[in-house]
């Protein structure tokens, strides 16, 4: 394949109206065109960007769960958020699945059930698992242990949302979004909650345990809204070099100082603010704080967020993209893509500057979303003669 005319980000010179040669996968040449017989996507007038590499993203649950206690097919699921990924870029994206003690969208089974779909299913989008263990889970401990050893698992996240449900359970209207999800009543879901947390002594053994599982697997390890330095430095010590939307400024400051990478989210960007209320990602992103954004729950968020900062001034498209590719391509240990360079993956997003829609999606090599635009650009590119 070669992609002409277009303005490329390469990882050397930052924005470059340049050719690129595409073959067996990877990016084979840049400046000039591919090989004769080789098919030509016309990119005039796009920018022609590296893969987005989403590092969180958990919006697949609404395809799996569309309203609470309506449950469709994983592999359905799955083919519908691969779908929506590649609409918007995402070339790379870890599936935030959280492996809870709650029943239903969270359980065990459901774990099971995608991990499945995954491993039986043909996908183009390169789907991977992020694991948010839940700290209190301590049932599925050996499980979630045994698909690291067995390669099933290729981020772990350190997260504990038990406190904050138990708090929530006292507000009716709040609890029910967590029984709804669960599939239970109120009074049933509140006694196991109840029960989960009488189990706090053992939580600190069974994290010693999935972190050196991890740590021996050689994955990448997060830890999940962090609210203090002490609890990121405890972290990093288990070996998680990732602070995933972190929950005061400072926190975030004192990760990027010891050289961790600090995670907020697209959504944020794009709305103004968090929907938590927490700090703005845009201008922590701007002050070096925030180092990756992800889709978190929104996958059309990633390439709008990117256009966003380099609208607002503070950060060149380069800076700004790099958010979404390089860096969590970094983060991730992924040394062949996140940049458009010779030898990388071809993992490409061609996009309009105006919109910031993405006109096609390049994954290894491999035409994998045209709209009707970038139909027409390439029945008009045709073969290179």
């Not at 006694?191 to 189990?199: F, H, K, L, N, V």
């Not at 240990?333 to 829609?357: C, E, F, N, Q």
Request: charge should be negative; charged fraction near 20%; aromatic fraction near 6%.
């Amino acid at each position: 394949m070669s992609i002409t005319g277009g303005t490329v980000l390469l990882a050397s010179d930052g924005p470059v109206r340049t050719d690129l040669a595409v073959a067996d996968g990877l990016i084979e040449r840049v400046g000039e065109a591919g090989k004769p017989g080789s098919l030509r996507l016309d990119a005039t007038g796009l920018l022609v960007l590296p893969g987005i590499v989403d590092l969180h993203g958990d919006a697949f649950e609404r395809q799996l769960q569309p309203r609470p206690g309506v449950n469709f097919p994983t592999d359905l699921a799955l083919r519908d958020t691969e779908s929506q990924l590649l609409a918007n870029g995402i070339t790379t994206a870890f599936h935030g699945v959280t492996l809870s003690w709650e029943p239903g969208l969270r359980s065990l089974t459901a774990w099971r059930a995608l991990l499945a779909a995954l491993d039986g299913g043909s996908w183009t989008c390169d789907m991977r698992v992020h694991l948010r263990w839940e700290a209190y889970n301590l049932d599925a401990l050996e499980t979630a242990i045994t698909d690291i050893e067995a390669g099933r698992v290729h981020l772990l996240a350190f997260n504990d949302h038990t406190p904050s449900i138990l708090r929530k359970l006292k507000d009716p209207i709040e609890g029910a979004k967590y029984s709804g999800r669960a599939g239970m009543k109120m009074d049933a879901f509140r006694g196991m909650a109840d029960t989960i947390a009488s189990r706090a002594d053992a939580v600190p053994a069974a994290l010693d345990r999935i972190a050196a599982a991890a740590r021996a697997a050689g994955l990448p390890m997060a830890s999940h809204d962090d609210d203090s330095i002490a609890a990121r430095s405890g972290f990093r010590e288990h070996g998680a070099r990732i602070c995933e939307f972190p929950m005061a400024e400072d926190v975030g400051r004192a990760a990027v100082e010891a050289g961790d990478f600090v995670v907020m989210g697209c959504p944020n960007v794009v709305r103004g603010g968090s929907h938590l209320g927490w700090a703005s990602a845009a201008r922590l992103a701007e002050a070096g704080v925030c180092t990756v954004l992800t889709s978190d729950y929104y996958y059309p968020a990633m390439t709008r967020a990117a256009f966003i900062l380099a609208d607002r001034g503070a950060l060149d498209l380069a800076r700004a993209w790099g958010l979404i590719s390089e860096n969590p391509a970094r983060a991730a240990g992924l040394t062949d893509r996140g940049t458009i360079a010779a030898g990388k993956r071809a993992d490409l997003v061609l996009a309009d500057p105006a919109t910031s829609r993405a006109v096609a999606t390049i994954v290894g090599g491999r035409i994998a979303h045209l709209t009707a635009e970038g139909g027409m650009r390439l029945l008009a590119g045709r073969v290179i003669r």
